[in-house]
């Protein structure tokens, strides 16, 4: 069997793209020391590198590709704005592929990207809990990667790429614990399917913070629907349904852990004639610029959308390995922001 540039970078203990800009001529800087270890595994294992590898290197592509779930999203649309601007200060041009979610379609967009000779691809959109869609998309990265180009993710892809480290969990954790400060000890939550990590890492943060507060969700008071607003609105009906079904009390707070979704939610309680947040208090999550603009304004978890796309460009394009060749990160902070649609419980 041939042996990769991937195996050379595991013997060398560096990254991919550092084993390639080592051994195919890239621009980009590698220090002398790391070079000479990328060079002795190469020799050891006897690595011949190829030459559309080094020419691929040595090119200087213009186009960034991101990929990201729904580009009619304004969470993702806040991200691709960040990185357009970023981009186009570099020179570059982005190029942006909204592939709904769907993993065949980003594999797809990945190897199209390759075969065109993208400088770096963004990864923009959640990552995928599925191994074996994980393991696919893995190696279609990890060939555009041995060719020379550069990944970068906004959330963690795993420990081949450069990342872009949103603290969702922390951040979900916080505006519960905001929540419960204000009185609320009987919570609904919506969020996303499980194949998206970004909505796991979220009830994650949920769950504990409720459970360091002595509180559960009752039956039926968790729901699961896409992070659309039509997915929000629909959760919101069958919490209301079970809750009438159950005759149990209503909660009173719900949080939807996207803004797009809980625009969905206000919607489903104004045509039902619930008051927010007299009745039912209401979060989101990302501040996404219609939060401001609902009616009433959105309390949420802002995510600085913009600088999170710009700080992906800068790790893909940045110089040199990183830190000793391995992959880095930057970090975007997640900040609770409380707004007109919560408020204390009722005692009445």
Known sequence: MAVTLGDVARHAGVSLATASRALNGSARSVTEELSAKVRASADALGYLPNAPAQALARSSGATIGVLLHDVADPYFGGIARGIGDAAARAGLLSLVTSTDGDPRRELEAIRMLHAHRARAIILAGSAY?????????????????????????????????????????????????????????????????????????????????????????????????????????????????????????????????????????LAELRDRGISVPDEISVAGFDDIPLATDLAPALSTVRLPLARMGESAVRLALREGGGREGRADTASARAEVVLRDSTAAPRTD
Do not use: W
């Open 129 to 265: 809990n599925d191994v074996s869609v994980i393991q696919q998309l893995d190696e279609a990265l990890t060939a555009y990667q041995e060719q020379g180009g550069r990944v970068a993710a906004i959330t963690d892809h795993g420990p081949l790429y450069d990342t872009v480290q949103v603290d969702n969990k922390a951040g979900a954790a916080s505006l519960t614990h905001s929540m419960a400060q204000l009185g609320h000890d009987h919570f609904a939550v919506i969020t996303g399917p499980e194949r998206m990590r970004v909505a796991e890492d979220r009830l994650d943060g949920v769950l504990d913070a409720l459970s360091e507060n002595g509180l559960t969700l009752p039956e039926g008071m968790l729901q699961r629907t896409e992070f659309t607003r039509e997915g929000g609105r629909a959760a919101m009906a069958r919490i209301l349904d079970v809750a009438r079904e159950s005759g149990t009390p209503l909660p009173t707070a719900v949080l939807a852990l996207s803004d797009i979704c809980a625009a969905g939610v």
